[in-house]
C-alpha cells in the first residue's frame, strides 16, 4: 500500500486543511441569519448536480475507471478515452437539458411549489449542472493516474473557499443573491480550466479519439456497463444523496440550510474515505482484472479497519463536542434543530466506512449487474421514508432515512462480495475498536463544562484524541496506522 499510504496522506492533508476551512465557515458564516436561505439553496442546486450526475455524464465517472486498463496506452494518447468521456457527458446532459425544457412547468410545481425562492432560481440547475458534470468527469479521470492530491484541490478543497467567500458577500451585502450564483458558475468554468491545464501538464490531455480501436465488442461492453451505471449510479445517489433536495422540496431553503450545516460537520468523517478510495479505487480494477484475490482481499481488509478506526477517531471528537459547536454559532437557536440530524448523519457515515470497499468491489467487478435492483428498491425506500418520516420529526426524518438506506445497501453489498469473492472486511479487530471508541466517549462524556464553548471544544477533542489514539495504539488494531506511527516515532 505504499503509493496509496503516500496519496492519502497527502490528500488527508489538504482535505483536513478544507475541513479546517469548512468548520469555520460553518460556524460563523453559513449559520449567520442572512445566509442560510441562500446557503440552502445553493446546497439544493447542488445536489441536483450531484444526484443527477450519473444521467448527466452517461455513468462516464464509473466507465473512465472501469475501462481504463483496456485503453491505458501512454504511446497512443490512450486511444482518445477522455474526448470519448466528456462526448459522453454532452449527450447526456443534453438529452436531459431537453427533456427537463419541455417538462420546466411540470417540474416547477412537482419541487418549488411552496419555495418562491427556488421558482425564481431554479433555471440554474442548467449550466451548474453542465458545469459540474464535466469538472468532476476530468477529476475522475485524472484518478487513474495515481496522483490525486492536485485534482482533489482543483476540485474539492476550492469549493470550501470559494463558496463562504460568496456567503460572506451576501452576508455583509456586497453582492446579491443573483451575483453570487453566477459567480458560483464562473467558480466551475475556473476549475474546469485548471484540471485541463493540469492533464495537459501530465501530457494527457488528448483530443483524437480512434473510433477503430472501439470495436463492435468493446462499445457493446462500454454500453452495457454504462446503462448499468446510469441506473444504478442514479438509484445509489437518490437512496444516499437526496437528503438536502427532500428538506428543500418538503419544507424549505431555510430547513435545508440548517440541515446542510449538520451535513457540512458529519463531512469531516469523509475525508479518510475520500483519500483511501481515490487512492485504491485503479488497484481495485486492476486486481479485478488481474483476478488476484490475495492482493485485493487484503486491500479490502486494510481499507475497513483503517476507514472505521479513522470514522470514529472523528465521530468521538464530533459528537463530544456537539453542543458546544452548536452553542459557538451566531444563530445558535436555529442551527441547533440540526444536532440530532448530525447524530443520524455521522452514523450512516460510520455504517459506510466500516464496510469498506464492498461497493467499489461490485460496481468494478463482472458482477455489476446484481446491484441494480437493491438499489431500485433502496431509492424509492428512501424516497418513500423522507415522505414519511419528515412530515412528523421534521429534518432529523431525513437523517433517520438516509441511515436506514445506507445500512440497507451495504448489507446487501457485504452479502454479495462474500457470496461472490468469499470475502469479507470485519475481523475481531473491528468489534475491538467500537469498543475503544465507546469506552472513551463514554469516560469522557461527563466532563464537566469549563464555561467556554470553545476551549470545551479544544479539551474535550484532545482528551479523545490522547486516550482513544493510546488504545487504538495499545491494542494494535490496524497494522498501517501501528507503522506509520512507529515510523514517524523513528524520525
Known amino acids: 500500500m505504499g503509493i496509496i499510504q503516500r496519496q492519502g496522506i497527502k ?50 465517472n464509473t466507465v473512465a475507471v472501469r475501462f481504463f486498463p483496456v485503453f491505458q496506452d501512454k504511446t497512443q494518447a490512450q486511444h482518445g ?52 458534470t464535466v469538472a468532476l468527469l476530468l477529476y475522475q479521470y485524472s484518478l487513474n493516474f495515481k496522483r490525486i492530491v492536485i485534482p482533489s484541490i482543483l476540485f474539492d478543497f476550492s469549493l470550501k473557499v470559494a463558496l463562504p467567500a460568496l456567503l460572506i458577500g451576501i452576508w455583509q451585502h456586497w453582492i446579491d443573491l443573483k451575483t453570487a450564483l453566477n459567480l458560483l458558475l464562473l467558480y466551475y468554468v475556473a476549475v474546469i480550466l485548471g484540471q485541463v491545464q493540469y492533464l495537459r501538464y501530465l501530457k494527457e490531455w488528448h483530443w483524437r479519439i480512434n473510433w477503430a480501436y472501439f470495436t463492435p465488442a468493446l462499445r457493446r461492453d462500454i454500453g452495457k456497463y454504462a446503462g448499468f451505471g446510469i441506473l444504478s449510479g442514479f438509484a445509489l445517489l437518490l437512496a444516499t444523496k437526496a437528503d438536502n433536495l427532500m428538506v428543500g422540496s418538503l419544507i424549505g431553503m ?65 459528537w463530544l463536542s456537539a453542543g458546544d459547536l452548536y452553542l459557538v454559532m451566531p444563530n445558535s437557536q436555529e442551527a441547533g434543530q ?5 447524530f443520524f448523519l455521522s452514523m450512516a457515515k460510520l455504517v ?25 428498491v433502496l431509492a424509492v425506500a428512501n424516497v418513500v421514508l ?17 441511515l436506514l438506506s445506507i445500512c440497507c445497501y451495504n ?7 462474500w457470496k461472490k469473492f468469499n470475502m469479507q ?59 506509520i506511527w512507529r515510523e514517524r516515532s523513528v524520525r
Open 352 to 376: 459506510d466506512m466500516g464496510a469498506g470497499l464492498n461497493n467499489q468491489l461490485v460496481y468494478y467487478s463482472k458482477f455489476y449487474r446484481y446491484s441494480i435492483f437493491s438499489l431500485g
Open 11 to 60: 490528500h488527508s492533508i489538504v482535505n483536513f486543511s478544507g475541513l479546517a476551512i469548512g468548520m469555520l465557515s460553518t460556524l460563523f458564516i453559513y449559520s449567520q441569519k442572512e445566509v442560510v436561505e441562500a446557503y440552502g439553496l445553493m446546497q439544493y442546486l447542488l445536489s441536483i448536480a450531484i444526484i443527477g450526475f450519473p444521467l448527466f455524464a452517461l455513468s462516464g
Open 81 to 132: 478515452f477522455l474526448p470519448f468521456l466528456l462526448l459522453l457527458c454532452l449527450l447526456g446532459w443534453g438529452t436531459s437539458a431537453l427533456v427537463a425544457f419541455f417538462c420546466w412547468d411540470w417540474i416547477k410545481v412537482l419541487v418549488a411549489w411552496d419555495t418562491s425562492v427556488l421558482q425564481e432560481y431554479l433555471w440554474m440547475a442548467f449550466p451548474l449542472t453542465f458545469l459540474f
Open 338 to 342: 440540526g444536532r440530532y440530524v448530525l
Open 425 to 483: 472486511p470485519f475481523s475481531s479487530k473491528t468489534l475491538l475498536v467500537c469498543l475503544l471508541a465507546a469506552g472513551s466517549i463514554a469516560v469522557l462524556w461527563h466532563l464537566p463544562s469549563t464555561g467556554f464553548h470553545l476551549f470545551n471544544i479544544v479539551l474535550r477533542c484532545s482528551l479523545f484524541a490522547l486516550l482513544f489514539g493510546f488504545l487504538v495504539l495499545r491494542f494494535g488494531v490496524s497494522d498501517d496506522i501501528s507503522k
Open 411 to 417: 448489507f446487501f453489498n457485504l452479502y454479495l462480495v
Open 254 to 318: 431555510k430547513s435545508t440550510g440548517v440541515y446542510a450545516i449538520a451535513l457540512n460537520i458529519a463531512a469531516a468523517m469523509e475525508i479518510p474515505t475520500k483519500s483511501l478510495y481515490s487512492a485504491s479505487v485503479s488497484f481495485v480494477s486492476r486486481y479485478l482484472s488481474d483476478e488476484n484475490w490475495a492482493e485485493l482481499r487484503s486491500l479490502y481488509q486494510k481499507v475497513s479497519i483503517n476507514l472505521l478506526t479513522a470514522g470514529l477517531f472523528i465521530f468521538g471528537c464530533i
Open 386 to 402: 423522507n415522505i414519511w418520516l419528515v412530515p412528523v420529526f421534521g429534518i432529523t426524518g431525513t437523517a433517520v432515512a438516509t
